[in-house]
């Protein structure tokens, strides 16, 4: 059992900068595949970046690469999403994922986290 506690996000600038953070409890979060993934009103929930376990190995989605970088740190089992230049369509909730085996259709989600990019 995985549970994932998300902080930080908020209301920033076009063009500025935001981290978010999501902690997990479990001892074997070193083995967990994390990603981040976002859902904007009235539009489906879409991925935007994951990180492996094993190979670290990094992906994202071709709306954010080149602006945002996710990492982990596996001594405090917390995860990353360092998100810059940020536009008004980053606008979204921001959810951190896990799961072992396939990050495209986690296991285990994060409380979710407001971000607002102003114009």
């Known amino acids: 059992q995985v549970q994932l506690v998300q902080s930080g996000g908020g209301l920033v600038q076009a063009g500025g900068s935001l981290r978010l953070s999501c902690a997990a409890s479990g001892r074997t979060f070193s083995r967990y595949t994390m990603g981040w993934f976002r859902q904007a009103p009235g539009k489906e929930r879409e991925f935007v970046a994951a990180?492996?376990?094993?190979?670290?190995?990094?992906y994202y989605a071709d709306s954010v690469k080149g602006r945002f970088t996710i990492s982990r740190d596996d001594a405090k089992n917390t995860v990353y999403l360092q998100m810059s230049s940020l536009k008004p369509e980053d606008t979204a909730v921001y959810y951190c994922?896990?799961?072992?085996?396939?990050?495209?259709?986690?296991?285990?989600w994060g409380q979710g986290t407001q971000v607002t990019v102003s114009s």
């Open positions: 994922a896990a799961d072992r085996t396939n990050i495209s259709i986690p296991r285990y």
């Open positions: 990180l492996g376990w094993s190979s670290g190995s990094t």
